[in-house]
């Protein structure tokens, strides 16, 4: 794993964007705290993937593109999802399978995507999204009107060979592609680096101009995604950003059944990550606080105000009508000429 | 009217529908010099932004036609040999068959993905599969298996104006036969079977490239006084089950030939709907005439040996209106 | 014999393979962990070269399998689930299903390649395909289907000792279940199926997860005196065509269960044969219990109205036996 | 296209060996030049894909490899077959589809394999090369009797995606990979660097020790290699070797019929790397004469051998049985336990 760079100066914003970060960051990380116990009193018809101790990755990328712009996610794509503007409520709904989520019901929790809003969809096959976020960009600078293309992506993804082929496509033909690799050190339940040749950036060298950063800083990432939109968008091509972060849940809800007693990493290291100066949330907390952006009683209004958001949304999801079995034979095909 | 090449005709809906959609783009490996034919002088007309040669990397285009196609594009992908369909299957049977689906709808993709299969040239094993049945099995995906040049024409922009990923097969051999197209606009749609030839006591389906023999064998079987109706499916998914149907209701016997192996086959296929909801018709079994479960070999007299040709068509026809079965 | 859940019948059988043969290697993603507890323990057992976690590229999993197994290894390669095969499509397609005789026979593959089918578990639309139609079109690949412990054990070790690659299939939900296990040494030939339940009215197959609904259905079925004879066939490449033709002589009707999608389905390969081979035994219409032409949605009951229960097989059993086919 | 160095000496090889190299050279393109004859007067049932100008690359390698080491092919894999010791009279015979073939006349031309030998064949897939030697490869490390896996691929196959797979596999698990780039600036009728980002050598550079050099000089390509091949040997790791080379026939015999008129590269191109200097077995015969190696009739005998040898191929080919059709379908499956 390459060493983020420590010597980037913390970028400045203005106090209204570093508030809506922060609560942008909560909001994904209240929903899928809320998905946890939800998942656990059996509630969701399918496992989950969560985000949770990554946030600031999905938020600070995707806080410097527009609803114009195309996102690729992964299986892990709730705060992709939300941090590119999609709805909480349908999202929720989605994940409950139900007719009022976002893919009616026939997705789920890995498939979650809102084609309106530039997000084309969590994909459940580790590496897919390269490929896609490539065609979409190329799309993007065929039409010319400097839409760019993020494709969120794992350290263990970085192994399958679409990787190369995409930055090789993407930097053959100028493409504005944003190849953002969060990595946060495993794959499932195996360490990467045990997998792994080399340092994951110097594949990207290769290519296109790489940063690597700090991806529990939200303004790090900010700043380095913003700099590749920037040249991806003025038609300087493919940028490869690495955000290093962890996961703090397992690799899906209910691991521990899978694990049968083994284990992949240890309980510290899980709580090194958590630590006031490590996780993005509270990070990004006391910045506020820091930067006298809000005071703590704020903070918890903040937070108030996302756990009402959640429950919200909770009940949205509940209330709806079951997917519809009718649906699936339908969606299959498209109307023809 | 006028006499084209099947590959002229596909050429020819190329350039009509690139003039009519400026969101048309073509790409693939050599599709700039044709390595088909199919493709030949479009870069020279449309430009390098709508017709472009990719890198080699089948895994990486086939996804790149789904966000292509995402970013409101119409994509047409030239996979050469659909042997190559293999190695660019992730995005094919993962995302292309089921992204529809699973956003509730919210993703078209429009989609024409062209490759050419078939045996019969010593290609070997590597370039010669008929690889349909497996495009079928995959949900979301059409396929078309023209044998005419109008055909090709009126099906390839059916399909381009489509919003779901089709599979457009060209025979691998058949790119050099003529055959009249009409003139001005022809659309052929999906899922309208043709009579290639009329007959009473027989059904004889052929797919493809096995619709030539499969002719040549009813002219043959016409002279021992059997009459055996060919029809030409055009389309694999859809397929037109009635008019099948409909034949095998007169005629009371099925032949289905094909060039794809027979496990799990587009003839088994065909043969299962009619053994369903055709089976009180069926007055003889139901047999096909297929490639067994090999992969074909590079010598020529291998390779003809496993290919259904008029021989063993005329044969299975025979052995059902024998007499036991009349 | 004694009772063990399927996967646990899968790890003995590893571990008494891996005991047997010191060239036997194990890899793919998370096989030391063991995600799907078939591997188990092997790590501690028999150490990181045998057994031995790879990165996640599919493409090259499959292709590694083929050159391992070149230098002299036999390979047990687990892909987790069905569709990352076609993640990984282009080494079984073109290389694993054609290399024997591309070489003129040079060439042994003792490839068993192991993962998980079906759905059931909203696990969504790429996970939970039945691939093994695909599989079966390809040429020179087995596929086994075990739906007990016993048999999960006996073909496992049968796939390890062959020489042709093999798909061994587990479906998803079924690992935790029990069954009994002969003690020592057990295997299964492939090509046999078994008859789960005898029965005089109506033969149905029914392939893998299929079986225990089927089952329910011919219970359901008995209560209103209709005599279903149920077959799992095990391996469905190869394929014991004889028991299958032999029950239908007796029966004279015919039902499949597959939860692959219908179009080029082991189901409809099945369905083909008995209209050929067996069609002068047949009393009834050919009935196919599928999954439509769709991608699996991820809502439990959208998803639980596509996948064949015991009702649609029971109604579909009843349409052939009803009395205007007695 | 990375420049080959120029600054490697020229490394020394007994006078034996650097005749054995130049007849090995030769005797390929002799072969292959009476296969040009051969398809041009219908003798052949399928195309053939010509390695004339390229003979440096597979001489010099093969000439560090044993019967006991790996190697994979590609679709232009005479040359590779033969540099490996494969017998020119079974490959013929295969080219012709004839029962004596190496492979019973089942692969033809771009199939052949003898695996005794460890010629895992040649193959239509192009980078399906890349998995099958790192398997190969594993299994050799497994076996630690120092065997190494060589792959050959083109430049054009550099661009798929297993390319960087299995150099991640083989660095992450120091595998006897020796990644042997054949770079001759072409892709059937795509000139590689329209379609290619970066520079080829950088994408291994990520994983393993690199080297460019002049194909079409066997001493240097056998030099490179036989220094990847050493540390190979020794436990040392995978290697990346890039030979800079030219193909001077058109991707398959006939390709005339395919461009239709078009064009994807000059006369003069061709005609410059057909250049006494240049011309890799022109080059190795004027380095013989030069060194007092063999004089120029000594040269005319070689090549009188050779063509000798290459006239009796085409007879024994000739004169076998054509291929058994009732073959194919028992070589499908192996045996069963
Ligand atoms: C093609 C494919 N292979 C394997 C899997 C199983 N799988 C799901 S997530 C995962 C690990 C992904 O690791 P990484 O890309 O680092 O993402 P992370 O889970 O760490 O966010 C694997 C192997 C899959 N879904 N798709
Ligand atoms: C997977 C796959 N895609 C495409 C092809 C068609 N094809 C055959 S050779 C070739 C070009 C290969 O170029 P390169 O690797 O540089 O080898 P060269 O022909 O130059 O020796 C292509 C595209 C193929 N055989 N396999
Ligand atoms: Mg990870
Ligand atoms: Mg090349």
Not at chain 1, 218 to 244: F, I, K, N
Request: aromatic share 6%; net charge negative; glycine share 10%.
């Amino acid at each position: 794993m390459a060493t983020p760079r420590t010597d980037v100066r913390e970028p400045a914003v203005d106090d209204a964007t570093a508030r809506t970060l922060h609560e942008r960051m909560l909001l994904i990380r209240r929903a899928e705290e809320r998905l946890i116990v939800a998942c656990a009193d059996g509630s969701l018809p399918g496992g989950v993937h969560l985000y949770i101790g990554e946030e600031a990755v999905a938020v600070g990328a995707c806080s410097v593109l527009t609803d114009r712009d195309y996102i690729t996610s992964t299986h892990r794509g709730h705060g992709h999802f939300l941090a590119k503007g999609g709805d909480l409520d349908a999202m929720f709904a989605e994940i409950w399978g139900k007719a009022t989520g976002i893919c009616k019901g026939m997705g789920g929790s890995m498939h979650v995507a809102d084609v309106s809003k530039g997000i084309l969809g969590a994909n459940g096959i580790v590496g897919a999204g390269f490929a896609i976020a490539t065609g979409a960009a190329w799309g993007a600078r065929l039409e010319g009107e400097g839409r760019v293309a993020t494709c969120f992506f794992g350290d263990g993804a970085a192994n399958q060979g679409s990787f190369m082929e995409s930055m090789n496509v993407s930097a053959a033909w100028e493409l504005p592609t944003v190849f953002l690799c969060e990595n946060n050190g495993v794959s499932e339940f195996t360490v990467t680096s045990t997998v792994t040749g080399g340092v994951l950036a110097d594949r990207a060298r290769a290519f296109m101009p790489v940063e690597v950063v700090d991806g529990n800083d939200v303004l790090a990432v900010r700043a380095a995604v913003g700099a590749a939109v920037e040249r991806a968008r003025a038609g300087g091509g493919p940028s490869y950003v690495e955000a290093t972060t962890y996961r703090i849940r397992g690799h899906l809800e209910a691991e521990q059944h899978m694990l049968g007693g083994g284990t992949y990493r240890s309980a510290d290291e899980i709580a090194a990550w958590q630590a006031d100066d490590r996780d993005p949330v509270l990070r990004s907390a006391r910045r506020l606080l820091d930067a006298g952006i809000c005071d703590a009683a704020e903070l918890e209004r903040i937070d108030a105000d996302v756990r009402a958001r959640v429950e919200a949304a909770v009940a949205f999801a509940e209330a709806g009508p079951a997917a519809d079995p009718e649906l699936a034979p339908q969606l299959m095909f498209g109307p023809t000429a | 009217m006028a006499r084209k090449r099947l590959i002229t005709a596909i050429n020819e809906a190329l350039v009509e529908e690139l003039e009519r959609d400026p969101k048309l783009i073509v790409f693939g490996e050599d599709v700039e010099l044709a390595i088909m034919g199919d493709t030949r002088g479009l870069v020279e007309r449309f430009g390098r932004d709508r017709i472009r040669n990719s890198p080699i990397c089948e895994q990486t285009l086939t996804g790149m036609a789904v966000g292509l196609a995402s970013a409101g594009y119409r994509v047409v992908l030239h996979l050469m040999f659909n042997n190559f369909i293999y190695t660019g299957m992730d995005a094919i049977g993962n995302q292309m068959a089921k992204l529809r689906l699973m956003t509730g709808g919210q993703m078209e993709l429009p989609i024409t993905v062209v490759a050419g299969y078939g045996g019969g040239n010593s290609n070997a094993a590597q370039h010669s599969d008929t690889a349909y049945s497996v495009l079928m099995n995959l949900g979301g995906i059409q396929v078309a298996v023209p044998t005419n040049s109008a055909d090709a024409k009126g099906l390839f922009k059916t399909a381009v104006r489509g919003a779901t990923p089709t599979f457009f097969l060209e025979a691998a051999g058949r790119g050099g036969e003529m055959g009249e197209v009409p003139d001005g606009e022809h659309l052929v749609p999906f899922g309208r079977a043709t009579v290639a030839r009329e007959g009473t006591d027989v059904t004889v389906v052929a797919i493809g490239r096995m619709l030539k023999p499969t002719l040549r064998a009813a002219k043959a079987l016409a002279d021992d006084s059997i009459s055996a109706e060919v029809i030409d499916p055009r389309t694999l998914v859809p397929f037109d089950e009635e008019t099948v149907l409909a034949s095998v209701a007169r005629t009371g016997r099925l032949v289905v030939v094909d060039e794809a192996r027979d496990r799990c086959s587009a003839a088994s296929q065909i043969a299962a709907v009619v053994a369903d909801r055709g089976f009180d018709s069926l007055r003889a079994p139901v047999r096909r005439v297929t490639v067994p479960d090999v992969a074909l070999p590079y010598a020529s007299n291998a390779e003809a040996a496993l290919i259904p040709g008029p021989e063993r068509i005329a044969e299975a026809v025979r052995s059902v209106t024998e007499k036991q079965f009349a």
